[in-house]
């Protein structure tokens, strides 16, 4: 029996690449079900969204100009990291409720969802592109855009699988995203964040907060350089909020009810469509 | 060949002899016309002579019920378990119907909204019949459209349609909603509705099973009626920004879908190595087209420095040259304003624009003393924050800046809530592609402008909307994918 004493980890948010602890100075402490931990979470104010937000729109330009294959490498390159610290989440997730098992399939999952968005970051744009037999004189095609910069609720249920679920189509199709971590389950997200940051995706690219939904909600739905706005849950007055403070600046709106994302049914290149634009250009065709 | 040549025009009206109309349209609601519960209705006039042409039903929201429900009940018992072909056969009935009836339908809409017979008899009335013949072979073929996924229609559809294209508008919302399996209440707009009312006479031709298609005429509270009735499952909408807003937060929390076409301000960049003559025509064609009452129109003109002073005289010269009055002369470029508030609307932004300090210049045309009209209009000397530049005018009024790099054009075009279209010139290839790519909006003409076609999807980013319409794109906003 040593009688080291632990380091514990301290978890901050991720802003700009970098762990910023909250400029609220607030936190919220967790603790699992035995109480047998006990940890203290940054409780995130409208001011670090707002700072989140200058990150992303910042970054969102040059990711979305990045080659497709460059933006495929990098989620790939974040399934690899995540297989590398396989140990932290296990100790994480299971600190959080799961069994081994469960934890074991979480992350399992986690990494092929990456892995899955990472195959797709170089393909949807050409089965959704399209040629389109105009009756003019004219060469016209169709393909997708990134819409901008997305602020996301992500699930409140999972702790690490729904974040990257939420995540990975967003940034594949070459958006920002700003996303609220769980509230039940934050451990995670932190730590995801040590992942992103050492995939090489741009800082700025994905931020990631922790807080309260009840506070933030009304930020991440009514901010005005917020282009679409992801909500994860059932709750009939948040889907309401969301959906009228959307009407604010005619943010895009998507909406993924409670559901075991697991299940591979819930992957797919519609959903990074779902934060995608419609880009049709014309030209003449002459001599 | 110093001497101005004098070109004289003589008059050219098409003639309206053939056209009928009657005193009084009804709602056509479940495959019949029927009179509205209120026994209210309005007057639709001709904007170039302010002569009352018919009276049309005012719906209430009793009326709305009622085509609603009898949208529901068409869509239930009929629609939705009719085999897709036979769905299909029936689109491509309208559109051989209207080709037929082309040339009234064309009068009708000049008379009725004010645009030149040219622009009715060769843009409007034969795209509306190739949105509904191209639509109309997609309804037995959606499994192609959306790999991996299964489309299903959404049921009720509430359209509401503007008046600067009224019989296109129409076209564009009840064609995909049609092919993918839905039925609708459409509501055209209030100082356009006779085309749609015809084209309801065309439905009742075409033997469309009742209900599937009903026509309810009325203004903003009718529209509100259609928005807020809680069986209607899907609101299209094309009109202004400002109405979109409200739509979506009606909706909110109803579980609606929504897809909208809304207000634009569109940047139309010419660059130094342009084809400055087509370039010209291109200006002309991106602002005046439509009397400008086009939600993509080219309103917010970039030159680069070096041919600032070419363009502006030429385009001046040009504007000259177009002929503003009788709309159904065929020789008319511009024609009427469509209604008295849109007048007036315009003249305000105009003298705004010179308060502001722009300098404007405007055709010397001479402009019939009744109706509406609006001379062409261009601004210079006005800078990116000045109100003519920032917000929609939906006229004939366009606001001039100079640039000199890429970077500061784009930043300048970037700079609007806006994100409907755009519009470059140059004869470089690859600045071409790297503009189209940068500009954040969703419809570019490049080395053209305003051109539109069925199978060609069109709609916004940003403020400019939700959703597109037309193309395969366009028959996302009709399904559910399961």
Known sequence: MSNRINIQKTYKLFIDGK????????????SDSKESAVVNICRGSRKDFRNAMVAARKASGSW????????????YRIGEMLEGRRDQFMAELTLQGLSKKQAENEIDTSIDRLIYYAGWADKFQQV????????????????????GVVAAIAPDDTSLLGLVSVIAPVIAGGNSIVVLASESFPLCSITLAEVLHTSDVPEGIVNILTGYRSELIEHFSSHMDVNAIIYCGNDRNDRKLVETNAALNIKRVVQFPEQNWSKDQHQSPYHIMKCQETKTTWHPVGI | MNKTIKWEYSPAPESTDHIELKKQ??????????APKSGKYFKTINPSNEKTISSVAEADKTDVDKAVKSAKNAYEKIWSKMPAKERGKYIFRIARLLQERAREFSVIETMDG????????????PLASAHFFYHAGWADKLEYAFPGRQAKPIGVAGQIIPWNFPLLMAAWKLAPALATGNTVVLKPAETTPLTALKLAEIIQEADLPP????????????????VNHPDVNKIAFTGSTEVGKYIMKAVAGSGKKYTLELGGKAANIIFEDAAIDQAVEGIINAIFFNQGHVCCAGSRLYIQEGVVDEVISKLRKRMETLIVGDPLDKNTDIGAINSKMQLQKIKSYVKMGTKEGGSIFQSSCSIPKKGFWHAPTIFTDVSQSNRIVQEEIFGPVLAIQTFRTVDEVMAKANNSPYGLSGGVWTEKGSKIFKVTQDIRAGVIWANTFNKFDPASPFGGYKESGVGSEGGIEGLSGYVNMV
């Open chain 2, 25 to 34: 349209y009804n709602l056509f609601i479940n495959g019949k016309f029927n």
């Open chain 1, 19 to 30: 762990f910023p602890r909250t400029e609220s100075g607030r936190y919220i402490k967790w």
């Open chain 1, 128 to 147: 959704f592109s399209h040629v389109n037999p105009v009756s003019l004189p004219y060469f016209n095609f169709t393909v997708p855009e990134a819409t």
């Open chain 2, 211 to 226: 209900g599937v298609i009903n026509v309810v005429t009325g203004a903003g509270k009718t529209g509100q009626a259609i």
């Open chain 1, 64 to 75: 979305a100009c990045r080659t497709a294959y460059n933006r495929a490498q990098i989620l």
């Open chain 2, 114 to 125: 004010g645009k030149p017979i040219r622009e009715s008899r060769d843009v409007d009335i």
